[in-house]
């Protein structure tokens, strides 16, 4: 038998075919990365650019945001200042109302009485007995100046319901109380009223006592302004 071994079945690569041939598999790799970073970098370029473009957007809507609140904010305040204007107005034409119907009431109250007075000197002393009876509840350092029971409940519910008014415009909740008090009482019960002048702690005072229920209704300074009509 013959010992030669068969030829291979292939052709059979010299060595510089070899290089040649890991020479281009070289520039294949690396034409793959080079294709790979290039794909790399432009979807990186894409992403920063669609985070700035949405950075942009929300920046814009932030801005218009601000403005429209900005504008809803002025148009708040300019609202408010208008409605300020309209109530100052309003409490001025009020007051300018409650002092004209109070200039009135002076003029009306200073007209002669239509009937001349009875016993005055009996009256004066039932009327000022009955206030020092109520005024010595609360201490023995009043002093009576003047006594008013000849009252006339259409001139003085007038009075006292602009006096309300009065009050009412200036904030003031005590006086609004007794105003309504004593105007409700000239309503209802003007018969059980006295009114008279009192001075205490060097001060005149208007006060108001209802003899049905031998209580103070009020006690108010300056006298003068609540003593009106009298």
């Given at each position: 038998?013959?010992?030669?071994?068969?030829?291979?079945?292939?052709?059979?690569?010299?060595?510089?075919?070899?290089?040649?041939?890991?020479?281009?598999?070289?520039?294949?790799?690396?034409?793959?990365?080079?294709?790979?970073?290039?794909?790399?970098?432009?979807?990186?370029?894409?992403?920063?650019?669609?985070?700035?473009?949405?950075?942009?957007?929300?920046?814009?809507?932030?801005?218009?945001?601000?403005?429209?609140?900005?504008?809803?904010?002025?148009?708040?305040?300019?609202?408010?200042?208008?409605?300020?204007?309209?109530?100052?107005?309003?409490?001025?034409?009020?007051?300018?109302?409650?002092?004209?119907?109070?200039?009135?009431?002076?003029?009306?109250?200073?007209?002669?009485?239509?009937?001349?007075?009875?016993?005055?000197?009996?009256?004066?002393?039932?009327?000022?007995?009955?206030v020092r009876a109520v005024l010595k509840r609360l201490g023995d350092d009043?002093?009576?100046?003047?006594?008013?029971?000849?009252?006339?409940?259409?001139?003085?519910?007038?009075?006292?319901?602009?006096?309300?008014?009065?009050?009412?415009?200036?904030?003031?909740?005590?006086?609004?109380?007794?105003?309504l008090s004593i105007a409700t009482r000239l309503e209802q019960h003007p018969?059980?009223?006295?009114?008279?002048?009192?001075?205490?702690?060097?001060?005149?005072?208007?006060?108001?006592?209802?003899?049905?229920?031998?209580?103070?209704?009020?006690?108010?300074?300056?006298?003068?302004?609540?003593?009106?009509?009298?």
């Open positions: 038998m013959s010992d030669r071994r068969p030829p291979p079945s292939g052709p059979k690569l010299s060595a510089l075919e070899a290089l040649e041939e890991a020479r281009r598999a070289e520039a294949a790799r690396r034409e793959a990365a080079k294709d790979a970073e290039v794909k790399r970098e432009l979807a990186q370029r894409l992403a920063e650019e669609a985070r700035a473009r949405f950075l942009e957007e929300r920046a814009q809507k932030e801005a218009e945001e601000a403005r429209r609140r900005q504008e809803e904010e002025r148009r708040e305040a300019a609202r408010r200042q208008e409605l300020a204007r309209r109530e100052a107005l309003r409490r001025e034409e009020e007051e300018r109302e409650a002092e004209e119907q109070m200039a009135r009431d002076r003029a009306m109250a200073s007209q002669p009485r239509s009937s001349p007075r009875t016993g005055p000197i009996v009256q004066t002393s039932i009327a000022e007995g009955r009043f002093e009576i100046l003047k006594v008013y029971d000849e009252l006339r409940p259409e001139v003085l519910a007038v009075l006292w319901q602009a006096q309300l008014k009065r009050a009412r415009v200036q904030g003031d909740l005590f006086t609004v109380a007794l105003s018969d059980s009223l006295l009114a008279a002048r009192v001075r205490w702690a060097e001060q005149d005072w208007a006060v108001w006592i209802d003899t049905e229920r031998k209580e103070i209704l009020a006690a108010l300074t300056p006298a003068d302004r609540y003593l009106t009509g009298l």
